[in-house]
């Protein structure tokens, strides 16, 4: 399988490149970054139309990078993974509207971990309906989008069983009794945190705290890594890790 690697220079697009050399049937053969880096072991240009013939993308840039994505790939029908993360809702609907006729993975994590975290937090949500839930993900200094991808996932996934919350972030002032819709959402930054999200219900007398934490960036490259190899035969579609994992 021959990947084209976004965001070949960045801490993620190294970690992919140190992790697929654990598998013998796949490579990484052209890298795209804006500035691009000369001496690694497959070419890195800033131009993504000399990259060479492929069987999939897998992207860990950002999400600016998108629309040129698309439309590198959608008339060769090459599939996608988006593994970056902050698209604004106009650009959803652009990955949306491509995977009518190109098969799309796009996670905001995709490490195992997480994964369960995510059906934990649902299935305590739906356990504990008048406990309050807040969500606390922090990062290092250098991400750029906030909240999560990650936190947003558990958004969805609680909102799965409360329709009706709504999320609330960066509480200030006098902003009044909390009601039971809302879901607090916190974004802690700082120094070289690789990731971490923790789901609090907090009820009369007692708390429930779920968090997962990653120690290595190895985790998500390698979830990358897993779900090329899934969406490298699909059909056109939207895929996540529910589809990979189940
Ligand atoms: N889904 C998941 O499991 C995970 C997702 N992520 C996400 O992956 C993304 C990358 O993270 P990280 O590696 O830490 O970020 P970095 O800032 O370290 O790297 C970003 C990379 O993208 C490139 N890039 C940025 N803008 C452009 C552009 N306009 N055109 C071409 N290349 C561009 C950068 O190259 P240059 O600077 O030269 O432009 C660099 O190679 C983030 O969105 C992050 O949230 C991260 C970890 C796990
Ligand atoms: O930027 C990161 O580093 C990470 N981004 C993802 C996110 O936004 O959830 C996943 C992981 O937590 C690391």
Redesign the pocket.
Known sequence: MKIILSGATG??GRMVADQVQAYEDMEIVFGWAGKPEQGGPFPISAQLEEAPAADVIIDFSNHATLTDLLAYARPKGLPLVIAT??HTEAEMTLMEEAAKDLAIFHS??FSLGVHVLKLLARQAAKALPDFDIEII?A??HR?V?AP????KMLVSAIQEERPDSHVVGGREGHVGARPLDEIGVHAVRGGSI??E?TVLLAGLDEMIEIKHT?LS?AI?AKGALAAAQFIGQAQPGMYNMDDMIG
């Open positions: 801490a993620m993360t902050g905001g994590n993900e990062h290092h991400k989008d999560s991808g990650t936190a690789v990731g999200h990653a960036r998500f």
